[in-house]
């Protein structure tokens, strides 16, 4: 098995619906092991998403929503390929990427995740779906002088787990997804701890997935709240506490001004 393609849904099931078709069109599926986890979905999502699966698919159950790291290591535990792809529900495949991506792996050892180009659906290339580890410098740069950072940065030390591949046995070697992230920023620290095994992380640009964001996401509040978790743990784990504290008070006014605006809008709901 050269591929295993590893797929969460949560409450998304006509997604991934989609997802799974738009696979089953572009690609030989003689050669990719599917596993479809569902992420403690609503019963009548769960019944939508069994009702469509075909033969082959693997579904995985659980009770609860784990959340992206923990729903995901649920589903490589399983998996027999040589490669890991996870792919979002709302990821939309338009060719065979796959045959694409094993070259990129075959051409270097060294590489040890690689990614397609996320795109929009009119097309245009998907801003932030990769770029350099974020810095203490970045944050006070963009939160307190109030500056906005390159969509399209030429450092790629990360890339979005919207559509992420790795060699397997990397994935074994650093342990999996770091399942103190719930949601947000896991992809960040997963690449960081490919990079710091001494491989190398890339977008093969000339391959591309279409990618519709956000369609499994709470409201607003619920996922800034998530990203400020993860951003506070990644910043500790990798930097330091120190850095942790520095990166709290940087924050504070960006995040003070999101809680006065929630506020607001409660009130006029």
Not at 55 to 84: C, D, E, M, P, W
Not at 174 to 188: P, R
């Amino acid at each position: 098995m050269t591929f295993s393609i590893i797929i969460i849904n949560y409450n998304t099931a006509r997604l991934t619906l989609d997802c799974l078709n738009s696979i089953y069109a572009c690609c030989d599926a003689a050669d990719l092991e599917i596993i479809v986890v569902d992420n403690g979905s609503a019963e009548s999502d769960r019944s939508i998403l069994e009702g469509g699966l075909k033969q082959g698919v693997r579904l995985i159950k659980s009770a609860k929503n784990l959340g992206f790291a923990a729903g995901n290591n649920l589903g490589a535990r399983q998996a027999q390929g040589r490669y890991l792809c996870f792919l979002n529900s709302d990821v939309i495949l338009t060719e065979d990427i796959f045959s694409r991506l094993e070259k990129v792996f075959l051409s270097d050892e060294q590489v040890g995740i690689v990614a397609p180009r996320l795109v929009n659906p009119d097309g245009s290339a998907q801003a932030k779906a990769y770029g350099p580890f974020p810095s203490l410098g970045y944050l006070f740069y963009k939160n307190l002088l109030r500056r906005h950072d390159n969509d399209f940065p030429k450092k790629i030390d990360w890339v979005s787990g919207a559509a992420l591949c790795i060699r397997k046995d990397v994935f074994d070697l650093i342990g999996g997804w770091d399942e103190n992230f719930f949601l947000y920023l896991e992809d960040v620290d997963l690449c960081w701890s490919v990079r710091r095994r001494g491989y190398r992380v890339m977008v093969d640009q000339a391959s591309q997935v279409t990618h519709l964001q956000g369609q499994s996401s709470d409201k607003n509040f619920t996922k800034q709240t998530y990203y400020y978790n993860s951003q506070k743990y990644l910043f500790k784990k990798h930097y330091g506490r120190l850095a942790l504290i520095v990166l709290l008070l940087v924050r504070w006014p960006h995040r003070l001004l999101f809680l006065l605006k929630n506020k607001r809008h409660e009130n006029r709901s």
